[in-house]
Every structure is written in structure tokens, then in C-alpha cells.
């Protein structure tokens, strides 16, 4: 299956989650693609769309390689054997998280202004974006949302590999992915258009959301 674009995806994505019993639900997108996939599942759902910002900590040489990722709220997860196989220094690593951080909050500033994030507390969450690789970020959004107290964490994705929803189910109480190639080579692949998505265009969707 390919996906026309990320509107397309989230709409084939929406009709598997609507059978999914769940309790009040908030859509969090993860930026930037995730945005127009979640705004497709928050509006078959009738659910409020919000944003989790994650930002992936890439390999010093290799930056499409994720070492781990950072989250708001503190939340910091890393791949310690990856870090220690690659002999990647804690001052290497240092770096990177700084940086990630400083765009984390830029974003945090540009998507939300004053706005303070959807309560989650007690609610379910379903976590969407538009693919994963190694699901570091999705585990630092999933940390995110167990950290706001949410009753229950979905994560769901239109593409990843089966170890990575393998991976993921021990940390979320449900992981849905439409398709699980057994040989991924890149989440765009999944799509006939991946253009990617801008800052102007997330704020556009937030504002428009249900």
C-alpha cells in the first residue's frame, strides 16, 4: 500500500482507529508530518488535535540516525548501547541535545504561542505521526504522556517496520500501524508525495482543528 500523501494517510489511518474503543480521546500530532495525519484522525474521531513535541537526537555523523530523542517536561530518552557501539562522547551528546532542545522550544512558541497544551490527565491519548524508523521519538512522546497522566496511550502510524511496533508495545497500551514492511528503507518511501510539512502549514491545522 502507498499513501498519496500524509491527508490520505491519516484518512485510511482514521477508518482502522475507528473501531478502537476509547474514552474521550485527544490526537496528539507529532510535528512537523505528523500534524496532517493526526488532523484526518482527530476529525473521524471528533477529538480535540494538539501537539507533542519530540525532537530525535542524531548521530553526530550520521544525523538521519537516531541515538535517541528528547521530549517536553524534561522527558530525555537514549540508546545507550547505539551511543556506546558509535563511541560517541557525553560532550558529543551534550551538543546535540542542546540544539534539539533550542528547537523544541522554538516550536513550543510557534505552534502553541500562549496556549497552554490539551489537559490529558485521566483521558485517553492517541499518539499519531506519519511513520516511524527506530520510534525513538515515539517513546520520548509516549514518556510525554504518561508524565500528563494519561489513562491510556495509543500510538498510531500509517507506516513502521514490525520490530519497531514490537518495540513500542512495551511502553504503549496499543500500537496500530497499517502497514509493516519487513524491509523499510525510509518512511517516505510509504508515500507518493512526502513534501514535507512547514511550520506555517502545522499552525494553519492546529487553528482549523475540531
Do not use: C, N
Not at 164 to 180: F, H, R
Amino acid at each position: 500500500m502507498r499513501f498519496a500523501d500524509r491527508h490520505d494517510a491519516g484518512r485510511r489511518l482514521a477508518e482502522r482507529l475507528r473501531a478502537l474503543a476509547t474514552d474521550e480521546p485527544v490526537v496528539l500530532g507529532l510535528p512537523r508530518g505528523g500534524v496532517p495525519v493526526a488532523v484526518e484522525v482527530a476529525r473521524a474521531l471528533a477529538a480535540p488535535l494538539d501537539v507533542i513535541l519530540v525532537r530525535k537526537l542524531g548521530v553526530p555523523s550520521r544525523p538521519e540516525l537516531a541515538m535517541g530523542a528528547i521530549g517536553e517536561d524534561g522527558v530525555r530518552v537514549v540508546d545507550a548501547t547505539l551511543v556506546e557501539r558509535l563511541g560517541i562522547s557525553e560532550r558529543a551528546l551534550a551538543r546535540v541535545e542542546a540544539r534539539e532542545r533550542t528547537e523544541l522550544e522554538r516550536r513550543a512558541r510557534r505552534y502553541r504561542g500562549e496556549r497552554t497544551p490539551i489537559p490529558i490527565t485521566g483521558r485517553d491519548v492517541v499518539i499519531v505521526d506519519d511513520g516511524l524508523a527506530t520510534g525513538a521519538t515515539a517513546r520520548a512522546a509516549i514518556l510525554v504522556a504518561r508524565a500528563r497522566a494519561a489513562r491510556r496511550v495509543v500510538v498510531a502510524v500509517p507506516v513502521a517496520p514490525p520490530e519497531t511496533v514490537v518495540a513500542l508495545s512495551d511502553q504503549a497500551d496499543e500500537v496500530i500501524s497499517l502497514e509493516t514492511p519487513s524491509t523499510m528503507v525510509a518512511v517516505g518511501a510509504a508515500y507518493v508525495d512526502f513534501s514535507p510539512t512547514s511550520d506555517e502549514e502545522v499552525v494553519a491545522l492546529l487553528e482549523g482543528a475540531p
